[in-house]
């Protein structure tokens, strides 16, 4: 396999793309998903997704998180809703 870096780069994704993962089910295999059953599993078990506006904190910008005691990588929210990760 060729070094990651020497790949083309795409255009935004599409929902037909597929990406490489891990089957933890099936003796760690390496496997293909195609992007839009990520988005469907993600978007419809509540496992991995948190719903904004209903449980993310609000914070103005990265400084205001952090004085809030968000640690490094925490998700919040702006007051428009736009979602960060606390650097």
Do not use: C, H, W
Request: net charge negative; aromatic share 6%.
């Amino acid at each position: 396999m060729a070094k990651i870096s020497t790949y083309p780069k795409p255009t935004p994704p599409q929902l037909t793309d597929y990406v490489i993962g891990t089957d933890i089910s099936d003796l760690l295999m390496t496997k293909n998903f195609i992007l839009s059953d990520i988005i469907t599993l993600a978007t419809t078990t509540g496992q991995f997704v948190t719903k904004v506006g209903t449980t993310l904190p609000t914070y103005s910008d990265n400084a205001d998180a952090v004085a809030g005691g968000l640690a490094v990588n925490s998700i919040y929210k702006t007051a428009t809703g736009e979602v960060r990760i606390v650097v």
